[in-house]
Nanobody, 117 residues
Framework: QVQLLESGPGLVKPSQTLSLTCTIS??????????WTWIRQPPGKGLEWIGS???????GASPSLKSRTSISRDTAKNQFTLQLSSVTPEDTAVYYC?????????WGQGTQVTVSS
């Protein structure tokens, strides 16, 4: 069974880069037909897809965030990461990693990230 765990700083200063790591257990990040995703939920708002990475390391990101988003992976550690640059207080949210195949999805527990000076 796939399990996901987010980690990283809970407080980031404006204009800096938000960096989070998702550690995977129960599956390999190179597993066929799996996609590995970052999603966030700002206070009082709905879920927002940030971007994804597939088994080959190919990535995609939301058009509204693409210019600031970098998603990468470390196959040896079975992890994938999010870097969101030039953050503002509007980037404050609970950040989730997520995995899915064509049938099922799995959520991490989420981690609160606050952008504040």
């Amino acid at each position: 069974q796939v399990q996901l765990l987010e980690s990283g700083p809970g407080l980031v200063k404006p204009s800096q880069t938000l960096s989070l790591t998702c550690t995977i257990s129960g599956a390999s990040i190179t597993t066929n037909n799996f996609w590995w995703t970052w999603i966030r939920q700002p206070p009082g708002k709905g879920l927002e897809w940030i971007g994804s990475i597939d088994k080959n390391g190919d990535t995609g990101a939301s058009p509204s965030l693409k210019s600031r988003t970098s998603i990468s992976r470390d196959t040896a550690k079975n992890q994938f990461t999010l870097q969101l640059s030039s953050v503002t207080p509007e980037d404050t949210a609970v950040y989730y990693c997520h995995s899915h195949d064509i049938t099922f999805g799995t959520w991490g527990q989420g981690t609160q990230v606050t952008v504040s000076s």
